[in-house]
C-alpha cells in the first residue's frame, strides 16, 4: 500500500484505492475497511508495473482477499466458529446439507410416516411438515442466524468507527443494487489480461435478484397465512410468480458463476473455496424449491419436500459463516466511504 500510495496509477478504478490514497499508516480497521471495499474487478492487477515478475510481487487483488477473509474471522459470533472459514468448502456444505436432509427425513417417517408415503394429490407441504413444526424448526435456526449475522455486522461497524471517512458523495445503495465497481472506468470485469466481459457482473445481480424475490416471496406467502389464507397456492398467485422468478434467476446466476473461470492469480484458493460452497447450496436451493414447486401434486413430492427443507437449513446455517456476509460487510464498507467528510 505504501508504493501504491506512490505510484497512484490505478487510483481512478476503484474507491479502494482512492481511500487508501487518504492514509500513511494502516491499522488493522484500515485493512479489513479497504478489503471489503474491493471488489476484486482484477484490473489493478494488469496496470501494476510492481506485479509478478516484478520483485515487489505486489498483488492487490489477492492480498485484499485474504484480508477480507481475516475479517470474516474476526467479525464470527460464536468466535469458536471462526476458524471453520478456512476450512469451508464444496464437500462441508453438501455433508451438513445431507445431515439436515437425514434428521428431518428420521423425524417425519416418526412421526408422520403416512402422510410422507401418501402425500396423495392436494400440493399440501404441511400434510408432510406441519406447520407448527416448520415455524420451530427454522424460527430456532433463524434466530440464531440474525443473532450471529448482528453481532457480525456490529462488530463490523464498531471497526469503522476508527476509520476515517472519507469526502465523497454519491449514494452507497446506488452501488451496491448496480454493482458498479465490477466495471471499472466502465469498462467490463477482467477474467484475464486484456479480457474483459460482462458475465461475471450479469450473473451477481441474477444471484442477488434471484435471491431477494425469494426471500420477497417467503414473506409474502407468511402474510398470506396469517391473514386466512394458507399454502398452497395457485401458480398465478404473488407468492409462486415471485418464487418461481426468483428460483429461476438464482439457477442461471449460480450456474454462471460457478462456470466462470478467471485468472486464478486473481483471488486466494480458500476464498474461492468459500464462493463455491455458498453458490452450490444457493444452487440446491433454488433446484430443489423449483422442483417442488413443479412435481408439488405428484407421489414424490414429500421426499422433494424434506431434501428442500434441508438444504435451506443447511445454507441458513452457513450464512454467518461463509460468503454471504461478504455482502453485508461491503455495503458497510461503501456506506463509510461515501458519507461527507
Not at 9 to 25: D, G, L
Not at 107 to 126: E, I, K, R, V, W
Not at 134 to 158: S, T
Not at 283 to 297: D, F, I, P, Q
Request: charged fraction near 15%.
Amino acid at each position: 500500500m505504501t508504493v501504491c500510495n506512490s505510484c497512484r496509477y490505478c487510483e481512478q478504478y476503484c474507491p479502494a484505492f482512492q481511500a487508501m490514497e487518504e492514509r500513511v499508516t494502516f491499522a488493522q480497521a484500515d485493512l479489513n475497511y479497504l478489503a471489503n471495499l474491493c471488489h476484486g474487478c482484477g484490473e489493478c492487477l494488469y496496470a501494476c508495473q510492481y506485479a509478478p515478475p516484478h520483485e515487489f510481487a505486489i498483488n492487490v487483488p489477492k492480498t485484499f482477499a485474504q484480508l477480507r477473509l481475516r475479517s470474516y474471522e474476526q467479525y464470527a459470533w460464536p468466535a469458536a466458529l471462526g476458524a471453520a472459514f478456512r476450512r469451508t468448502g464444496v464437500t462441508t456444505s453438501l455433508l451438513l446439507a445431507a445431515v439436515m436432509i437425514a434428521v428431518l427425513l428420521g423425524a417425519t417417517l416418526a412421526l408422520n410416516a403416512d402422510s410422507f408415503s401418501n402425500p396423495g394429490s392436494a400440493a399440501d407441504f404441511y400434510a408432510i411438515v406441519p406447520h407448527r413444526a416448520m415455524i420451530a424448526v427454522f424460527g430456532g435456526v433463524g434466530l440464531f442466524v440474525l443473532a450471529a449475522l448482528a453481532i457480525g455486522v456490529a462488530r463490523c461497524r464498531r471497526d469503522l468507527r476508527d476509520v476515517q471517512a472519507e469526502p465523497a458523495g454519491g449514494s452507497a445503495l446506488r452501488d451496491v443494487l448496480t454493482l458498479q465497481h465490477l466495471h471499472v472506468a466502465g469498462q467490463h470485469c477482467v477474467t484475464a489480461r486484456e479480457v474483459r466481459t460482462p458475465w461475471r457482473r450479469l450473473f451477481h445481480h441474477s444471484t442477488f435478484y434471484g435471491f431477494a424475490l425469494c426471500f420477497a416471496s417467503t414473506c409474502v406467502a407468511t402474510l398470506y397465512h396469517w391473514s386466512g389464507s394458507p399454502a398452497p397456492y395457485g401458480y398465478a398467485s404473488l407468492p409462486v410468480v415471485l418464487g418461481t422468478a426468483g428460483g429461476a434467476g438464482l439457477v442461471i446466476g449460480t450456474v454462471g458463476l460457478l462456470l466462470q473461470r478467471r485468472d486464478p492469480d486473481l483471488s486466494n484458493p480458500t476464498d474461492r473455496g468459500l464462493d463455491r460452497a455458498f453458490l452450490v447450496l444457493l444452487l440446491l436451493t433454488a433446484a430443489t424449491g423449483l422442483a417442488l414447486l413443479a412435481l408439488r401434486e405428484h407421489a414424490a413430492m414429500g421426499a422433494l419436500l424434506i431434501v428442500h427443507l434441508g438444504v435451506v437449513l443447511a445454507l441458513f446455517l452457513t450464512l454467518p459463516y461463509g460468503k454471504f456476509v461478504h455482502g453485508l460487510y461491503r455495503t458497510l464498507a461503501l456506506r463509510h466511504y461515501r458519507r461527507s467528510a
